[in-house]
């Protein structure tokens, strides 16, 4: 069983930056593909970004490629998502995700791999 509690959001104005951060519970992190989505109202949960239990083949959706960094630090069980250049658009709920399964590109794109999730934390960017 692994816990996810993500921080780091809150109101940003366009072209601002923010962090989020996900710390795991459990021991195994480091052998977890990690994930992070979003949801804005009225729309589907969707990709934004993954990483690989090594940290080594990151994996982006085309909407936030560029402006957003994942990245991990095992030692401390955390998953980090940097986003610059924020947009109205971004303005979401982020979720952080984490999977058992090895995933690289599009395969990470589906929420269904993902076998745990956290809370969320709300992002809103103004314009």
């Known amino acids: 069983q692994v816990q996810l509690v993500e921080s780091g959001g809150g109101l940003v104005q366009a072209g601002g930056s923010l962090r989020l951060s996900c710390v795991a519970s459990?021991?195994?992190?480091?052998?977890?593909?990690m994930g992070w989505f979003r949801q804005a109202p009225g729309k589907e949960r969707e990709f934004a970004a993954a990483?690989?239990?090594?940290?080594?083949?990151?994996t982006y959706a085309d909407s936030v490629k560029g402006r957003f960094t994942i990245s991990r630090d095992n030692a401390k069980n955390t998953v980090y998502l940097q986003m610059n250049s924020l947009k109205p658009e971004d303005t979401a709920v982020y979720y952080c995700?984490?999977?058992?399964?090895?995933?690289?590109?599009?395969?990470?794109?589906?929420?269904?791999?993902?076998?745990?999730w956290g809370q969320g934390t709300q992002i809103t960017v103004s314009s």
């Open positions: 995700a984490a999977s058992v399964s090895y995933c690289s590109g599009s395969g990470c794109y589906f929420p269904s791999i993902y076998g745990y």
């Open positions: 459990g021991r195994t992190f480091s052998s977890y593909t």
């Open positions: 990483i690989t239990g090594s940290g080594s083949r990151p």
